[in-house]
């Protein structure tokens, strides 16, 4: 069964870092494209950052040079490095893995997800 287990969300005030993490089980995890996406009250989820089996990443333009997403294949673990957070960042962040292994900016690529962890940034 797999299971992928976001942690590392909180109340944060805005200038703020915070690193998500999301431990993956139940899968051969080297072989996965990763992301984060994000969903704020009332939006749509959105595309945050994904790194693919091979290390590329990519990020949305609105995290450019604030969030780095890196992956740890000895751990089974991604991360998502938010810097200098705003309070247009206050989201629930889901972790989302990718059989194909490329890492793509569609939620609907993704085969499994995880539950979310509450960032929440305020002024």
């Known amino acids: 069964q797999v299971q992928l287990v976001e942690s590392g969300g909180g109340l944060v005030q805005a200038g703020d870092s915070v690193r998500l993490s999301c431990a993956a089980s139940g899968l051969t995890f080297n072989t996965y494209g990763m992301a984060w996406f994000r969903q704020a009250p009332g939006k749509e989820r959105e595309f945050v950052s994904t790194i693919s089996r091979s290390g590329m990443t990519l990020s949305a333009d609105s995290v450019k040079g604030r969030f780095t997403i890196s992956r740890d294949n000895a751990k089974n673990t991604v991360y998502l490095q938010m810097n200098t957070l705003k309070p247009a960042d206050t989201a629930v962040y889901y972790c989302?893995?990718?059989?194909?292994?490329?890492?793509?900016?569609?939620?609907?690529?993704?085969?499994?997800w995880g539950r979310g962890t509450q960032v929440t940034v305020s002024s």
């Open positions: 989302a893995a990718d059989h194909g292994g490329y890492g793509t900016t569609m939620s609907n690529t993704y085969n499994y």
